[in-house]
């Protein structure tokens, strides 16, 4: 079974500054999708940005980017150019692509970004 | 863009009673999922179709079952209602082949309150 594991319970950052968001991720498949979605107060699910895992490119989304380290099974999102907006709970998600199990998400516990003016 | 409708957006039940929760994809996506949130957890996954056919099975009770129509929408039928069963529920849709392969995208969700 796979597991997704964001070790941050909480992060900061000033308007305006960057701010990076950990996941780590266990896995036997070698095709599979990455995710990042976002759940504000209203609790919507959001898709912020997908990397597929035979990509070594990593996605980009505006002000959105990820840091895919395939070897080392780590998947962060980099916010650049926080804004207030941006404040929100930050899942990370994994699926297969194909073979059993086929794209059902697994998510990680979640991280509340907090975002100061 | 059309996005996934769910409803009721919120449903109150007494315990032992029945829900029936309606969820309308995307237009041409071919696979629907259905999750449960509860308080302050992450969402789980409950079921899955692809074209109109059980694709995937998660921790769902045996209490619940869902199906999808001909028109592609996807109803969750969940009897003898449990006060654990408070949760949001969520439908998400994709698409498994294309550009945007697997790609879900959910709707508002519905939240259950089991009194």
């Known amino acids: 079974a796979q597991t997704v594991t964001q070790s941050q319970p909480e992060m900061s950052v000033q308007e305006a500054e960057t701010v990076t968001l950990s996941c780590t991720y266990d896995?036997?498949?070698?095709?599979?999708?990455l995710f990042w979605y976002k759940q504000p107060p209203s609790r919507q699910m959001i898709l912020v940005i997908r990397?597929?895992?035979?990509?070594?490119q990593n996605a980009t989304e505006n002000r959105f980017s990820v840091n895919f380290q395939k070897a080392a099974k780590s998947f962060s999102l980099k916010i650049s150019d926080s804004q207030l907006g941006d404040a929100a709970m930050y899942f990370c998600?994994?699926?297969?692509?194909?073979?059993?199990?086929?794209?059902?998400?697994?998510f990680g516990q979640g991280t509340i970004l907090t975002v100061h003016p | 863009a059309a996005g996934v409708i769910q409803s009721p957006r919120h449903l109150i039940k007494e315990k032992r009673e029945t829900a029936t929760l309606k969820c309308y994809p995307i237009?041409?996506?071919?696979?629907v999922y259905w999750y449960q949130q509860g308080p302050g957890q992450d969402p789980q996954f409950l079921i899955s179709?692809?074209?109109?056919?059980?694709?995937d099975k998660g921790s769902i009770p045996d209490r619940f079952s869902a199906q999808q129509f001909s028109d592609y929408h996807s109803e969750l039928n969940m009897s003898s209602l449990e006060l654990g069963d408070s949760a949001l529920y969520f439908c998400?849709?994709?698409?498994?082949?294309?550009?945007?392969?697997?790609?879900?995208?959910f709707g508002p969700g519905t939240r259950l309150t089991v009194t």
């Open positions: 998400a849709s994709s698409l498994v082949t294309g550009a945007r392969a697997y790609e879900q995208y």
């Open positions: 896995t036997s498949e070698s095709d599979y999708y």
């Open positions: 990397q597929e895992a035979y990509k070594q």
């Open positions: 998600a994994y699926s297969n692509a194909g073979g059993t199990s086929y794209g059902k998400l697994t």
């Open positions: 237009p041409r996506h071919d696979t």
């Open positions: 179709f692809y074209e109109k056919m059980q694709s």
